[in-house]
């Protein structure tokens, strides 16, 4: 079975902060994604991997970046951490054959909160 | 452009009783259509796939989804609820062959009454 790890199950960090969640998977996967969730809005994707080094924004990148440097590692960084990006943040992954095929596989979550 | 509305985003069903999660999708090509669940505290979990093979999805857990092309629609059914069936439902559309860009649906909450 595939495996998708989230270093962090909760976090609790202040404004302004410079803030790591990182993500890891055991199956080779080609592709990588960051997601928050939050009530009444579902899932939302912040920036996805195709591939080491490559990133593209999704449709809430603002306020985040991104980190490849190996292919089982996705990083998601918040620059100066804000109360608005207080969520559940969930980490995919999926093979590299197109994402309408291959199904995601998902970590359980970081729960962030920023006081 | 690609959407998905679920419109329920809460069902209560008895337990013993069907289960019917209703999905409508837009697309502008051959979409492939996902159900994912979320049990409390945990990530999404894939419940079942349609990608333009037989219209009637068989997934895990007893839950099934037909692909109706004229209605647009992936509702997900099961013949008899269980209280461990109690969770977050998520319907997600994709088109073939892209990276990326799956939307998801904002969710229908599943309750199940003993």
């Known amino acids: 079975d595939v495996k998708v790890t989230q270093s962090s199950r909760y976090l609790v960090k202040r404004t302004g902060e410079k803030v790591f969640l990182e993500c890891v998977q055991d199956?080779?996967?080609?592709?990588m994604f960051w997601y928050r969730q939050d009530p009444g809005l579902g899932l939302r994707l912040i920036y996805f991997?195709?591939?080491?080094?490559?990133?593209e924004k999704g449709d809430i990148p603002e306020g985040y970046s991104v980190s490849r440097e190996k292919k089982e590692r996705f990083s998601l960084i918040l620059e100066s951490a804000s109360t608005n990006q207080t969520s559940m943040y969930l980490c995919?992954?999926?093979?590299?054959?197109?994402?309408?095929?291959?199904?995601?596989?998902f970590g359980n979550g970081t729960r962030l909160t920023v006081t | 452009a690609q959407s998905v509305t679920q419109l329920d985003s809460h069902v209560s069903v008895s337990e013993g009783t069907p289960v019917l999660l209703r999905c409508n999708y837009s697309?502008?090509?051959?979409?492939?259509l996902f159900w994912y669940v979320q049990h409390p505290n945990k990530g999404l979990q894939l419940l079942l796939k349609?990608?333009?093979?037989?219209?009637l999805v068989k997934g895990i857990n007893g839950f099934e989804a037909e692909f109706k092309k004229s209605e647009t629609s992936f509702h997900l059914t099961k013949p008899s609820a269980h209280m461990s069936d109690a969770a977050e439902y998520f319907c997600?559309?994709?088109?073939?062959?892209?990276?990326?860009?799956?939307?998801f649906g904002k969710g229908t909450k599943l309750s199940v009454k003993p």
């Open positions: 991997s195709y591939d080491v080094k490559m990133k």
């Open positions: 995919a992954s999926s093979l590299g054959t197109g994402a309408g095929n291959s199904p995601l596989h």
């Open positions: 349609y990608t333009s093979a037989a219209t």
């Open positions: 199956m080779d996967h080609e592709n």
């Open positions: 997600v559309v994709s088109d073939a062959g892209s990276q990326g860009n799956l939307i």
């Open positions: 697309s502008s090509y051959s979409p492939s």
